[in-house]
């Protein structure tokens, strides 16, 4: 039931009230679909359940009934071949405990990049606005719906719209506005005005308006407190996107009151972006403003009036344009220059006294090995007794511009000090090596376990993180070590899309699941297993987190565990599997990789490990091709003793072949220009 309080749709009444809105103007693009005389080419994925049309036409559904059960429903585009950027509009409705999500799946690749997903349930239709990246591939969009269960659940799809350009993109020509929407206030908010609206000769009698059609206005004329505010806010971005965000405005507002325009993203962490000068517009005046949006956010335009004689203000052709506007504008700046995992130097780190030194162990039960892969390189502070206390030094890293948000993840191990006060610091440092700012400090105890830190800083000016490790006696020294430094652009705690070829097990087991014909399971646990003297001192991903392993004693000698991943397409292209396995203890058993194909009667084996391997977690890299459906096998074991745990963590598929994919990683080394320009 979607919002008449009947199971029978209400089509009829909303088409009425759609047409009466304004006519659809925008150039729809192969893809768009108002289910009025058929599916448009849209298909239910066998695999699944069925989307139904409804018998009145107008829509497409997927419904809860108790005799015919239905979890999970995947409606499947046609081929789409767009090489502009576009965005797609959907009215849709979820009722009972349900959601929406939509995937785009590129052509010959495993996986599905998912863009947006809905899990509130509501009373009327609502608009989604998802953005398309330009492709050279075609590809095809996924509309999933899911199902609890629990009576009265249903998924319904009014229409899907897809257009040229950019979501935040608009001229509120169209009955659904874009996607933009109003943040209620009883006394103040944005209108439709325009040549259907009472209010437009208000605002149009005070300057050429530019297409003389619809447009956005707010008025103080109910505002009965100080400071009343109206927020229209854009669609939330889905995919990366710079340039230029340009508008129209007519304002007319007495001294004190306020207008501005400012991006919010999904923490509500918000950055002006403009505020005119003059409070009286001479007619429509034209904005633009640069704007870079590398992790999702909204545009918002905010009003605020301290009074009923506040006056009024209105916007209107709001457009974006991939290139900047103004010159001086800094370019996009690729952050990655500023990684290393110290596999082929310090890359473009640099030391201050020469205490930290890049080196590499073999790993036992008193020494970790590297965080990359286990066998690798790592920096390190002395190791205990080697020098003479007491002892500082700085790592400095590469100056990176400012006014941009950063997210720095690095990984630490700690061993041997008695006290952690200056163990290990980190300072934002200006391009005159002055310290702005500590941002961090080490306070946790644990020991000889890599641990993953995120931290999120901004600057206005140049900068670089610079980590510095004192010890101030002899009898406090101990040894910590540093891997695997990463900088991306945005907030840490903001992830621009779902990667349904990553698996760290944090939230679940991510569609990996046990064969049912085996002996054993894989077992999902966070810290440590609980036998002595096997298994790992904790995740790999975080050192905190979840992974999954075999208990053996639980299981008898020869007895096998086998871990499925879910079913995976195929792809005309070689794929690069990485994986992070811990084998250790004695008798530590078997772990394979198998290749599972669709109708196929025998696994192929891709890869093979047997006996202890180390006490860290390994790095494991797998190439195999394969162009039909197919699934990975992890298949553990058990070997002659108790104390052999096998473990796996951070589950990765890769587009390409493993050494192709390091090569590209390794590469930013050599891109000095890059970075150069900015120092």
């Known amino acids: 039931m979607l919002g008449c309080g009947s199971q029978v749709w209400c089509t009829s009444a909303l088409l009425l009230l759609l047409l009466s809105l304004g006519p659809l103007c925008a150039q729809l693009l192969p893809g768009s679909c108002n289910f009025e005389l058929g ?100 590809y095809q969009i996924l509309l999933e719906g899911r199902l609890e269960s629990v009576p009265e659940s249903s998924v319904a799809i009014f229409e899907i719209h897809i257009v040229p350009g950019y979501c935040i993109a608009c001229n509120f020509e169209e ?75 007519l304002r007319n507002q007495a001294r004190g009151n306020l207008f ?28 633009s403003v640069d704007i870079k949006a590398p992790h999702p956010l909204e545009v918002v335009f905010e009003v605020a009036f301290n009074s009923a004689r506040g006056g009024s203000v209105a916007i209107d052709e709001i457009s974006f344009s991939p290139e900047f506007c103004h010159n001086d504008t800094e370019p ?78 690095f990984f630490y191990l700690l061993n041997g000090f008695r006290k952690l006060d200056h163990a290990l610091s980190l300072y934002i440092y200006d391009e005159n090596n002055v310290a702005l700012e500590k941002v961090w400090s080490l306070t946790d105890t644990s020991r000889a376990m890599w641990h993953k830190v995120d931290l999120t800083y901004t600057k206005p000016m140049r900068s670089k993180v610079v980590f510095v490790s004192l010890c101030r006696t002899f009898w406090e020294c101990g040894s910590v070590a540093l891997d695997d430094i990463s900088v991306s652009v945005g907030d840490c705690q903001v992830t621009s899309v779902s990667l349904a070829a990553q698996c760290d097990f944090e939230r679940d087991m991510c569609g990996y699941f ?34 999954v392993y075999i208990e053996a004693s639980l299981m008898r000698p020869g007895h096998r565990a086998r871990l499925l991943s879910p079913l995976l397409r195929g792809s005309s292209s070689t794929q690069c599997l990485v994986f992070h396995y811990h084998m250790y203890g004695s008798g530590t058993g078997i772990l394979r990789v198998l290749l599972r194909r669709s109708g196929q009667p025998k696994d192929s084996v891709l890869w093979r490990r047997s006996g202890e391997q180390g006490v860290s977690w390994m790095r494991a890299t ?24 096998i473990s796996l963590d951070d589950i990765e598929f890769k587009h390409g072949t493993c050494e192709d994919l390091a090569e590209s990683y390794s590469g930013f080394s050599e891109n000095f220009n890059d970075i150069e320009s900015y120092q």
């Open 332 to 409: 996009d700046f690729d952050p990655s220059v500023a990684n290393c995992d110290f596999e082929e130097g310090l890359c473009l780190y640099s030391l201050e006294f020469g205490v930290w030194s890049r080196t590499s162990v073999k790993a036992n039960m008193y020494r970790t090995g590297d965080h990359t892969t286990g066998t690798g390189f790592f920096l390190q502070t002395h190791a205990p007794f080697t020098f003479l206390a007491p002892y500082m030094d700085r790592l400095h890293g590469p100056l990176l511009p400012g006014n941009t948000k950063y997210c720095l993840t």
């Open 39 to 138: 599916t448009c080419g849209y298909t239910s994925d066998p695999h699944y359940g069925s989307w139904d049309i409804n018998e009145e036409g107008h829509l497409i559904s997927m419904d809860w009934h108790p005799q015919e059960p239905q979890e999970r429903a995947v409606l499947l585009s046609p081929v789409l071949e767009q090489p502009e950027w576009s965005c797609a509009r959907l009215v849709y409705q979820l009722t009972g405990n349900s959601s929406l999500l939509l995937h785009l799946r590129p052509q010959h690749h495993n996986f599905d990049q998912t863009l947006w997903e809905a899990h509130t349930a509501s009373d009327s239709w609502l608009i989604a606005s998802v953005d398309l990246p330009n492709s050279t591939q075609p």
């Open 175 to 249: 009955h659904h506005l874009c996607g933009y929407s109003n943040s209620w206030n009883p006394n103040v908010n944005w209108y439709l005005g325009g040549s259907l609206a009472t209010e437009s000769n208000l605002l149009e009698a005070q300057g050429h308006h530019p297409h003389r059609g619809h447009y956005m206005y707010v008025d103080s004329v109910y505002a009965k407190q100080f400071q009343e505010v109206a927020y229209l806010a854009s669609p939330m971005t889905t995919a990366p996107m710079s340039g230029c965000l340009s508008f129209f405005y």
């Open 514 to 547: 046990q064969e049912k014909e085996d002996s054993a399971d894989w077992l999902r646990v966070r810290a440590v297993t609980p036998t002595s003297y096997t298994g790992p001192r904790g995740d790999h991903s975080t050192g905190v987190g979840h992974f």
């Open 260 to 287: 501005s325009v400012f991006t919010r993203d999904k923490l509500g962490h918000y950055e002006e972006l403009w505020r005119p000068e003059a409070y009286v517009s001479m007619g429509w005046t034209y904005v």
């Open 622 to 645: 797998v190439d195999y091709h394969c162009n039909t459906a197919h699934q990975i096998v992890f298949e553990a074991t058990r070997g002659p003793s108790l104390r052999s745990d």
